[in-house]
Nanobody
Framework: QVQLVESGGGLVQTGDSLRLSCALS????????IGWFRQAPGQEREGISYFSKAASRPYYAPSVKGRTAISADNAGKVVYLQMTDLKPEDTAIYYC???????????????????WGQGTQVTVSS
């Protein structure tokens, strides 16, 4: 049974850091890409970054580039999203998702992912 479970969100202040976790079960990270997305109220879901063991380097959306790092544990059971210098505009529900294989869309298109976690709320106060 494929499952993704996010954790690590919370209420922080501007300039703080957070590490979000996405616990994986029911499949191997060796064969799938994991994406991180976020959705603020009234806005579309935005792709932030993705992790793939086959990728030469990670990719980050311009809105978070330079403040974000994606990684995975050695066992391939958790994908992390480390965010620093948080801003109020980072306030959103953060989701991790498993990308379809083979790929059907660009990496940041939510339609290209078929398994999603429940999300974790990140709120950045000014």
């Amino acid at each position: 049974q494929v499952q993704l479970v996010e954790s690590g969100g919370g209420l922080v202040q501007t300039g703080d850091s957070l590490r979000l976790s996405c616990a994986l079960s029911g499949f191997s990270l060796d064969y799938y890409t994991i994406g991180w997305f976020r959705q603020a109220p009234g806005q579309e879901r935005e792709g932030i970054s993705y992790f793939s063991k086959a990728a030469s380097r990670p990719y980050y959306a311009p809105s978070v580039k330079g403040r974000t790092a994606i990684s995975a544990d050695n066992a391939g059971k958790v994908v992390y999203l480390q965010m620093t210098d948080l801003k109020p505009e980072d306030t959103a529900i953060y989701y991790c998702a498993r990308r379809k294989a083979p790929f059907t869309t660009a990496w940041d298109d939510p339609a290209g992912y078929n398994y999603w976690g429940q999300g974790t709320q990140v709120t950045v106060s000014s």
